[in-house]
């Protein structure tokens, strides 16, 4: 359970890092 745990954790952070990359106006622009 712990092993789960820690990989929604990993993937969480890797999907902020994602939204990090995308510059901020081509989100309002959509």
Known sequence: ???ALKQVRE???VNINL???IP???LIER
Request: hydrophobic content about 25%; glycine content about 0%.
């Open 1 to 3: 359970m712990a092993d």
């Open 11 to 13: 993937s969480l952070q």
């Open 19 to 21: 939204n990090r990359d």
């Open 24 to 26: 901020s106006h081509t």
